[in-house]
């Protein structure tokens, strides 16, 4: 008897359980590579990646294109993880500027500080392949740049100043906290981690103080801070 033709729905049930398998199997490489990462450091080996997910070097390219797509791959899981530990503050900006600050470089400095090898190995590798990798460093920043640019300028249309500006301080923000906590991370000059958060923290606060004083507006960092207008939620999409 001839054989029936598989049915579509047949063939399509095949594809996604597939497709949802090789995700699983991507995640958990993807974990095996930050364990890995954890064991010998940022200049870890795409072997020793493999022997930590316990599969042979070749079948790791079953399910990742080439070794940049792997790097690209712990990149993306960093930069969520980083996200999900500054989200809490972020998401709800309220307080005085210098609880929502503090609260905010503190939270950075503690992920960075537990992941400095991750974070290492992300700047280090990512974007070797320039063809098609991208600097996934400077995604992360930037994303995290223009959600904190968006709420400055929810702030600055409360307080009436000019929003246009938001988006640059934002960015120059980020980069001084990532810049001064990897100096701090790798040579902490016997600062505690306490007196560290403070420093940066003054530093910022003295940016946004700068700029909110050039446009005529006093608010003390233990002054409570206005409710913003109910716009759409803050947040970045898709790391």
Not at 70 to 85: I, K, N, S, T, Y
Request: charged letters at 25%.
């Amino acid at each position: 008897m001839p054989e029936q033709p598989r049915s579509s729905a047949t063939t399509d049930g095949r594809v996604a359980r597939w497709a949802g398998q090789r995700c699983r199997r991507r995640a958990e490489i993807v974990d095996a590579a930050i364990a890995a990462i954890g064991a010998h450091g940022p200049g870890v080996s795409i072997d020793q990646i493999a022997g930590q997910a316990g599969i042979a070097r070749p079948r790791l390219y079953r399910h990742f294109d080439d070794v940049e797509d792997l790097r690209r791959a712990v990149a993306r899981r960093a930069g969520r993880e980083l996200f999900d530990a500054v989200t809490p503050v972020l998401s709800n900006p309220v307080g005085t500027p210098w609880s929502l600050i503090e609260c905010s470089v503190e939270m950075f400095v503690t992920w960075l500080d537990g992941n400095a090898d991750l974070y290492r190995y992300v700047k280090r590798r990512t974007g070797s392949s320039k063809s098609e990798a991208e600097d996934v460093v400077t995604d992360i920043r930037g994303k995290l740049a223009r959600w904190i640019g968006r709420i400055l300028a929810d702030f600055f249309v409360v307080f009436e100043l000019d929003t246009r500006t938001a988006d640059s301080v934002a960015f120059g923000l980020v980069g001084l906290v990532e810049s001064a906590t990897n100096r701090w991370v790798s040579e902490p000059a016997e600062l505690t981690r306490d007196e560290f958060v403070a420093a940066v923290a003054r530093c910022v606060w003295g940016v946004i103080e700068h700029t909110l004083q050039g446009g005529g507006v006093r608010l003390a960092p233990h002054e409570s801070l206005p409710p913003l207008p109910l716009n759409e939620p803050n947040g970045v999409n898709g790391m």
